[in-house]
């Protein structure tokens, strides 16, 4: 029953993600930001029992200025935003008592505004970059594919055959056979599929872009795991049926999106 759930959430999320992708820039970053004002109020939730809590006042309006400054680069004002979160932001934090951590509150809302403002940004700058609807889409759904076929491939092998434990200490029940199952398939997949989308890609640096992608899942994957053990929580919230909070399904896309746009732009492959 689980895995029908699951399976079924994962459909709707997809198909969510492809009507969107068809419909245009507009409803893309509409659901980017969603997604991102979603996670933020599951990273905010995450600290509810500790005893420090990001500043809300530095996290929602850096992490909305950070989405902004991808949509609009061109427009000043989004760097000017930039700055007044930053310096503002730490500049409240000396008008609070020192028993209240203001610096330490104001550190995880900007890291959490780079996590969730920041990164996010970087799918939109895919969608934007690949020059055509069509080359768009499928640029998207393979940066998506990365993520989506190393966690499956890592689950799937590591289950069947995991024996030697993967980083115990953050995420216990993962192994080093998963993890290079979750390397492996997708840098393969990936760097066969990406030179069909950019015909100016070869195929060696193709896969080593995939590579790299791929590795970037685990680490986005492996820094969520850490967040939810220091906050002491199993999942970021229960909003996605089978698969718990959105952070816990963008978080790897979230480095993958990133490395994918970055070293494609490096290769000079738009």
């Known amino acids: ?32 930001a969603l997604v991102m004002g979603a996670g933020i109020v599951e990273y905010r939730q995450l600290w509810r029992d500790q005893p420090v809590h990001p500043s809300l006042l530095v996290l929602v309006p850096l992490a909305a200025f ?11 004002v989004a760097a000017v935003g930039l700055l007044v979160g930053c310096l503002g932001g730490l500049a409240l934090a000396t008008a609070r008592p020192a028993a209240e951590k203001p610096f330490t509150s ?20 895919l969608y934007a970059a690949a020059g055509s609807r069509d080359r768009a889409i499928a640029l998207v759904l393979l940066t998506i594919g990365i993520s989506v076929l190393g966690d499956t491939a890592a689950y799937l092998l590591g289950s069947a055959i995991g024996r030697h434990p993967f980083f115990p200490r953050i995420s216990p029940r993962k192994t080093w056979e998963g993890a290079l199952a979750g390397l492996v398939v997708p840098t393969l997949a990936a760097g066969a599929l990406l030179p069909q989308v950019l015909p100016k890609l070869g195929y060696p640096v193709a896969i080593a872009i995939a590579g790299a992608a791929s ?5 986005g994957d492996l820094v969520e795991s850490q967040l939810k053990r220091e906050a002491g929580v199993k999942d970021s919230s229960r909003l996605i049926p089978g698969h718990g909070g959105v952070l816990d399904r963008v978080d790897s896309l979230l480095f993958v999106a990133a490395v994918v746009y970055s070293l494609l732009g490096v290769a000079h492959a738009f």
């Open 1 to 32: 029953m689980r895995l029908a759930v699951r399976t079924a959430s994962g459909l709707a999320l997809l198909a969510l993600v492809v009507l969107s992708l068809f419909l245009g820039t507009a409803a893309v970053a509409t659901l980017v």
């Open 215 to 219: 590795a970037a899942a685990i680490a």
């Open 106 to 125: 104001w550190a995880l809302a900007v890291g959490g505004s780079i996590w969730l403002g920041y990164l996010p940004g970087f799918v939109l700058l």
């Open 66 to 76: 950070f989405l902004f400054r991808f949509a609009y680069p061109q427009l000043p």
